[in-house]
């Protein structure tokens, strides 16, 4: 496979489409394949794909599965919001903040001034909503909520504080998720409440 | 009142009818912005930074279908020759929404909604022409941050003084000449951003300068795309 490249600024010629079919971050105007962004066009000659390489956007916006980490910034009705500081470890500076809703967490998993580490679920018109639903999510530094100090991990859900002993609730990274899919039973799946149903009966009246 | 054109065809600052100041343009200079640009268009020198796309802040002016662009053009107290109040004048918030306007027809806005983008343009020494030479480096700018545009955006003015269609006035020739226009493009489009005049030109004097103003706009075009390779090419090699 043979593929070119040459610098190209915002707006310049790459290609026509009689030889080319524009592909990432081209675009096509009265037959002519023109850059979106500074970068490297790419020619693959093989499959007649023009493309642009942008060195990207210093200000990224998170997709969905993405992995941020950030602060809790308040704690609303609708669940809470975390102020985002990195993407996928990149730091960022885009001033965003997604939040996590109340549907998907059990309890106090996390207080404000939390550092935590979520994944994006959903994107919508770039409203972000979070999760810390597997292991490897969660707080990632906390204090006591009492007296500010230093606190202890104490799995599956709770958090001690060192200084004043007070017991506290957080899902901390490296504490598996307080409920995930298998303690819901999904009502399309008759087969499985079927079974579950019979092997109950069967128990009540043996 | 100064005679601006001599017997010679030459401006009071030795330049001919269609010839432009000196232009100096660097991308990438700032490091915290996610992207900048200073440019040195005769004695202007301007820096533009940009930011984006961020979350809108108020959250009640964020668009549900675009990223809402945001553009403040502002002198520095020292820029002019004498000190000029750093708050915000009359002048310089219109030409923040005419820069603005300007510049939003290159930007892929829809490819962002409910976020903003921020353009901040510093005039840090003025000498006529700044809204072109801001327009110009605010467009490099915007390249920098890696933000997707249609074509570059740049301008140049073009005017008429002692009854002749001349290009790029200098601050002496905008205060006495007659017209003072400026032009932005995007020139590989062919699409005009920016059209203003101060003065009336007849048809043809009209046909002239916008002629003239469109051929000066490309050659401006060529020095700000040699700048973006090069901090191109630089910020790749750091990479």
Redesign the interface.
Request: aromatic share 4%; net charge positive; glycine share 10%.
């Given at each position: 496979m043979s593929v070119d490249s040459k610098?190209v600024?915002?707006?310049?010629?790459v290609g026509v489409i009689e030889e080319f079919s524009p592909s990432g971050?081209t675009?096509e105007?009265d037959g002519e394949i023109?850059s979106?962004?500074?970068?490297?066009a790419m020619y693959d000659k093989a499959n007649r794909i023009i493309s642009v390489k942008?060195?990207?956007?210093?200000?990224k916006?998170p997709k969905v599965g993405d992995i941020i980490e950030g602060v809790v910034e308040a704690i609303t009705y609708s669940g809470p919001v975390v102020r985002i500081y990195s993407v996928n470890g990149r730091e960022v500076?885009?001033?965003?903040?997604g939040s996590m809703r109340t549907r998907d967490i059990i309890g106090n998993p996390v207080r404000l001034g939390d550092v935590v580490r979520c994944v994006v679920t959903e994107n919508i018109?770039?409203?972000l909503w979070l999760a810390m639903n597997s292991q490897e999510l969660g707080v990632l530094h906390t204090l006591c909520t009492i007296c500010g100090a230093n606190v202890t991990p104490l799995p599956p859900d709770k958090v001690k504080c060192t200084k004043c002993g007070f017991v506290d609730s957080r899902k901390m990274v490296g504490f598996k998720p307080f409920f995930s899919k298998k303690h819901f039973i999904n009502k399309l799946d008759h087969e499985e409440r079927n079974r579950r149903f019979k092997f109950n009966s069967a128990r009540k009246y043996r | 009142m100064t005679e601006l054109i001599d017997k010679n065809n030459l401006r009071v600052d030795g330049r001919k009818l269609d010839e432009l100041r000196p232009i100096k343009m660097q991308v990438g200079i700032l490091k915290n912005a996610d992207g900048s640009a200073y440019i040195e268009w005769g004695k202007n020198k301007i820096i533009a930074g940009v930011y984006g796309p961020k979350e809108c802040h108020p959250k009640h002016m964020a668009l549900p279908d675009r990223a809402l662009l945001k553009c403040r053009y502002h002198m520095a107290p020292f820029s002019v020759d004498e000190r000029k109040s750093p708050q915000p004048s009359r002048r310089e918030i219109e030409l923040s929404k005419i820069i603005r306007e300007a510049l939003s027809p290159a930007i892929l806005l829809e490819e962002f909604p409910r976020t903003a983008i921020e353009i901040y343009i510093e005039v840090l020494q003025s000498d006529g022409g700044s809204r072109v030479a801001s327009i110009t480096a605010a467009s490099a700018a915007l390249a920098d941050a890696g933000i997707p545009m249609k074509d570059l955006v740049v301008g140049c003015a073009v005017g008429k003084i002692d009854g002749k269609i001349v290009a790029d006035l200098s601050d002496i020739e905008d205060k006495e000449g007659e017209v003072d226009l400026p032009v932005a493009c995007m020139p590989n489009l062919n699409s005009v951003t920016l059209l203003q005049s101060d003065g009336p030109l007849s048809k043809e004097e009209f046909k002239k300068a916008f002629k003239l103003a469109l051929d000066k706009c490309r050659y401006v075009y060529d020095i700000q795309r040699k700048a973006l390779l090069e901090g191109y090419l630089a910020k790749t090699k750091e990479a």
């Open positions: 610098p600024v915002p707006g310049e010629k971050l675009y105007k023109r979106l962004v500074l970068g490297e942008s060195v990207g956007l210093k200000s916006i500076s885009n001033d965003l903040s018109n770039n409203t | -």
